[in-house]
């Protein structure tokens, strides 16, 4: 039997210590997913297995926002989370399952961030603050969740295009709704193409809000609010009470 170099001696502990990696995520990807866990599980492997997927579907959401979804590989996921590709197979079959669960949670998030900013108490304010009140979350839920954008954007998305169209017409009836409350007697279809025109500089403002930070992204906000402010206040029929 030859001498075992130093080399061969690091790559043997490398290949042992991604192989228990590996064999440890196996037990906490099963646990994760509340399958095979019986009483005798620790509690402790399933909240283990549950930071891994957090951290996964986290890297996933950086490489996303860096490269694209389309350009987006498995591979550079894995570097990006700090784990051997092995590890991320056993969560995740391939990159399109992770982006279904980063688009699905982001999702959710979304449509609670759109109650929030939509809550009845903020409908009765006058316009300038119902646009604070309305705009100030949706934004902050963009600028904070980056991959979102990124997914609801991109082409080749799995499983995101028909829940884009319902979270998109979901905020299209929530704004009619709000204009037909302060214009009780506009047409319902000047209603449904300004509900339309608002979503439009909206969402072509936030490309601008989202390429800038600090006091550039503060400037661009200010101007998206007066934007709409000077849109809408000519159709406003009524004062909301205080």
């Keep these: 039997m030859g001498k ?5 001696i690091k790559s043997s502990a490398a290949e042992a210590a991604m192989g228990a990696e590996v064999a440890v995520d196996a037990v906490d990807a099963v646990d994760a997913t509340g399958t095979g866990t019986t009483a005798a599980t620790p509690r402790r492997r399933q909240a283990r297995g549950e930071r891994r997927i957090s951290q996964l579907l986290a890297a996933a959401a950086g490489v996303f926002c860096r490269t694209g979804y389309a350009s987006a590989s498995t591979n550079a996921i894995a570097r990006e989370a700090g784990v051997s590709p092995g590890t991320l197979y056993q969560y995740f079959p391939n990159k399109e399952a992770i982006a279904v669960e980063l688009g699905g949670q982001l999702l959710q998030r979304a ?12 409908l009765q304010r006058p316009l300038p603050e119902l646009l604070d009140a309305v705009l100030d979350p949706v934004i902050a839920f963009n600028c904070e ?8 954007h991109g082409t080749g998305v799995p499983g995101i295009a028909q829940e884009h169209e319902e979270l998109h017409a979901g905020l299209l009836a929530r704004i009619e709704a709000v204009l037909r409350d302060f214009c009780p007697g506009a047409p319902a279809h000047e209603l449904t193409h300004t509900s339309n025109m608002i979503l439009g500089i909206f969402k072509s403002s936030l490309d601008l809000i989202l390429a800038h930070e600090g006091d550039e992204r503060a400037a661009y906000t200010a101007e998206l609010k007066t934007v709409l402010l000077r849109y809408l206040e000519p159709m406003i029929t009524r004062t909301p009470p205080h």
């Design 111 to 122: 449509h609670e961030t759109h109650g929030q900013a939509f809550r009845p108490e903020n």
């Design 145 to 152: 969740n980056p991959a979102f954008w990124a997914l609801m």
């Design 4 to 8: 075992t170099t130093e080399k061969e």
